[in-house]
């Protein structure tokens, strides 16, 4: 069974930077295409960033493009979301996605 472990939420002031991780057990994450999404208290789950399986560049939600990026670390299983810029509209949990599994999510505050 597929497993995604989320880290690296907390608290940040606006302006901030998060980096927040997401492991892979069990799958090759660097074989899929991986997703984060984020859900806000009373809001639906949206989706933020995607990276890719090939060379193509991560694309991103309009709301978080030039502020959030993506990378991998095939040799460590992991794909990491890197938060600038955070306002406080970014607050919400963050969840992985990858291979139809989704990981328990990371908490994410922006606020002064």
């Known amino acids: 069974q597929v497993q995604l472990v989320e880290s690296g939420g907390g608290w940040v002031q606006p302006g901030g930077s998060l980096k927040l991780s997401c492991k892979g057990s069990?799958?090759?994450?660097?074989?899929?295409?991986v997703k984060w999404f984020r859900q806000a208290p009373g809001k639906e789950r949206e989706w933020v960033s995607t990276i890719f399986r090939n060379s193509r560049v991560p694309d991103h939600a309009p709301s978080v493009r030039g502020r959030f990026t993506m990378s991998r670390d095939s040799a460590r299983n992991m794909v990491y979301l890197v938060m600038n810029r955070l306002k406080p509209e970014d607050t919400a949990t963050y969840y992985c996605?990858?291979?139809?599994?989704w990981g328990q999510g990371t908490q994410v505050t922006v606020s002064a």
């Open positions: 996605n990858a291979n139809n599994s």
């Open positions: 069990r799958v090759v994450l660097s074989d899929l295409a």
